[in-house]
């Protein structure tokens, strides 16, 4: 029993020991003010999810992230045809909903190579015509945000969708991200229109999301040029989407190099020493649309920072 007492009391005293040993180092360490010399990203990755864009309460189209639980691509299209549809998904975010009538039916999906032809029933046309073209631009964005998938073709009854019934609009035989989303028309004259697309962000019931606004134009500057001054000025589309790009904020030189694009912007691109999370996706979700690359490295003054790679 005196053996097992001593012995107790020898290894708590160790233990001890050791804590105050384990102390002392922590305490002897550099400030982590002091370690962390150079301006640091805030992230909050969305690894694995997958992009849905739902309806919002000011009749934009906004990026979610959810997780389409399937083990193709065919049964991701049939659970994102639920997230779409109204009023059948019941885990919607709130403030978002479908865009397609709750009697739409799907009567069938294929895919081959990177194309879905998504053959829809005719109630999909039901409902509010206004949305007939927020319609294809979600079913457009949604399923080419899927891994390995560039376009859609759209069927009604198993005929191919050439145009918006309601509008007469007409509608290219394969659907991309060309086509445009939250479109918004400033054209003065037929020739040299140019397409722009730039993330902008909303706030939906305490929740920030991704807005993509597709502005036609006439204008001659290149598109990173645009998306900078979009991002950067202070005049936006409708009060409740915001940048957060600072309208000092300069981009000193760019180039493309294969697949990446390098952009060096000006010391103003920091907010406190950091460069905020939604800065860079705002930038680099908006080139994905206008350029082809896979990955958008940040600079500043020259030195790198952080870079934000495609992930559809």
């Known amino acids: 029993m005196l053996k097992r007492k001593a012995l107790r009391k020898i290894l708590i005293t160790t233990f001890a020991i050791f804590t105050l040993f384990v102390v002392y180092l922590i305490s002897d360490t550099p400030a982590l003010e002091e370690l962390q010399i150079e301006p640091q990203v805030e992230y909050m990755a969305s690894l694995g999810m997958d992009?849905?864009?739902l309806l919002g309460n000011n009749g934009y189209l906004v990026k979610t992230?959810?997780?389409?639980?399937?083990?193709?691509i065919k049964g991701k299209i049939e659970i994102l045809i639920d997230y779409l549809t109204i009023q059948k998904n019941r885990k919607m975010p709130v403030g978002l909903s479908g865009v397609l009538p709750s009697a739409t039916k799907v009567y069938g999906i294929t895919v081959e190579n990177d194309i879905v032809t998504l053959n829809l029933s005719k109630e999909v046309w039901e409902g509010d015509s206004s949305l007939h073209e927020r319609m294809i631009e979600s079913l457009t964005y949604s399923i080419t945000s899927l891994d390995g998938i560039h376009g859609l073709k759209l069927q009604v009854e198993g005929i191919l969708v050439t145009e918006i019934p309601s509008t007469k609009k007409m509608l290219p035989e394969i659907l991309t991200k060309d086509y445009g989303i939250n479109k918004v028309y400033d054209i003065d004259s037929s020739s040299g229109i140019k397409k722009v697309t730039t993330y902008y962000l909303n706030q939906i019931n305490e929740e920030t999301y991704y807005v993509p606004v597709t502005k036609y134009m006439n204008d001659s500057r290149e598109k990173i040029d645009i998306i900078v001054e979009n991002l950067s000025s202070n005049f936006l589309y409708e009060n409740s989407l915001i940048s957060l790009l600072?309208?000092?904020?300069?981009?000193?030189?760019?180039?493309?190099?294969?697949?990446?694009m390098l952009l060096n912007f000006n010391h103003n691109l920091f907010?406190?020493?950091?460069?905020?999370?939604e800065v860079t996706y705002q930038v680099a979700y908006s080139?994905?649309?206008?350029?082809?690359v896979q990955v958008v490295l940040f600079e500043v003054d020259g030195n790198e920072i952080t870079r934000v790679e495609k992930t559809y």
């Open 65 to 72: 992230n959810t997780l389409l639980d399937a083990s193709d």
């Open 271 to 277: 907010d406190n020493e950091k460069i905020l999370e």
């Open 246 to 260: 600072q309208a000092d904020v300069e981009l000193m030189n760019y180039q493309i190099e294969d697949e990446l």
């Open 51 to 53: 992009e849905v864009y």
């Open 287 to 292: 080139i994905f649309d206008s350029y082809d």
